[in-house]
């Protein structure tokens, strides 16, 4: 389990350029569960995620991971591999010259021996279901299969918990698809612990429980019908349904026979 307890966050504390960022942050994540957080841009989701995996360190309030607090120096390496970290840009993320390079990284910076590495990256590209590409320059990917092959570089560290920050913004309709489903058979088949940080509103439907960030504060959280119904509130959380998921909410909410209520636009021109 992950503990946020009273936590606040402030960048350059002390100087003309101080900046809070999170407020009194409390906040529970049972392992496993799928957790969505949601929020408008600047409302403090990049530096919970930072948080939570020691790369920042609160100045007030305790982030706990597994018993082990982010203070511990001592114990911090203990933290990181256990609290993997997905970003936005795929290639900001892409260190090797190959695939199988790219996602050895991470298990050679543990000191892992080279059969158990040999292991792992096998594991890791059956999970993201990139094993031909395994001798392939990334160059060569498209976005979606860069992003797969960093998720890859993450898991292949066996998280416990994977934490991916806007995972799908840089890619098109058919990469963002193909990560959504990676990350709903990682915790519904390797029962890891998602935290998945989206603006996507259509794509917190997987979660089990949707968090909401304004302002450096959590305003809501409940399970996605209870946050998508709040259909005002999440207009003055700068937070939009795009317009052809209202459409499928509403179809849905009529008796239509939809899949799911939030379908995205992709998902709703096939069922039409
Ligand atoms: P989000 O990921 O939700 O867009 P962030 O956590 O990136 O939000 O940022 C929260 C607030 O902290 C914003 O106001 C942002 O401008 C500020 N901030 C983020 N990173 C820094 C930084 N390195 N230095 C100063 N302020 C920062
Ligand atoms: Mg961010």
Not at 161 to 170: F, G, H, K, N
Request: aromatic share 8%.
């Amino acid at each position: 389990m992950i503990e946020v307890k009273g936590v606040n966050y402030t960048y350059q504390p002390g100087t003309i350029q101080e900046k809070v960022a999170l407020r009194n942050i409390n906040l529970e994540i049972p392992s496993p569960s799928f957790l969505c957080i949601v929020g408008a841009n600047g409302s403090g989701k990049s530096t919970f995620a930072r948080l939570i995996n020691g790369l920042l360190i609160p100045q007030v309030g305790d982030v706990i991971v597994d018993g082990i607090n982010t203070k511990d120096e001592d114990k911090l390496w203990e933290i990181r591999k256990n609290v993997g970290l997905v970003f936005q840009n795929p290639d900001n993320q892409i260190v090797g010259m190959t695939v199988e390079e790219d996602i050895a990284f991470g298990c050679e910076n543990l000191g892992l021996p080279p059969k158990e590495i040999e292991e792992r990256i096998e594991f890791a590209l059956k999970a993201v279901g990139m094993e031909e590409y395994r001798k392939y320059p990334p160059y060569l990917l498209s976005g979606g299969q860069k992003q797969r092959v960093a998720i890859a570089g993450v898991l292949a560290m066996l998280p416990k918990y994977i934490v991916l920050d806007e995972p799908t913004t840089m890619l098109d309709p058919k990469g963002r698809k193909e990560i959504m489903e990676i990350i709903k058979n990682l915790y519904e088949k390797e029962k890891k612990t998602i935290i998945l940080i989206t603006h996507h509103m259509e794509e917190a439907i997987w979660a089990e429980r949707i968090i909401v960030f304004f302002k450096g504060e959590i305003v809501a959280q409940g399970n996605p019908k209870e946050i998508f119904s709040k259909d005002e509130l999440l207009e003055l959380w700068g937070l939009n349904l795009p317009l052809t998921t209202r459409i499928s909410k509403c179809l849905y909410e009529r008796g239509f026979n939809l899949p799911h209520p939030l379908l995205s636009p992709e998902e709703l021109a096939l069922w039409l």
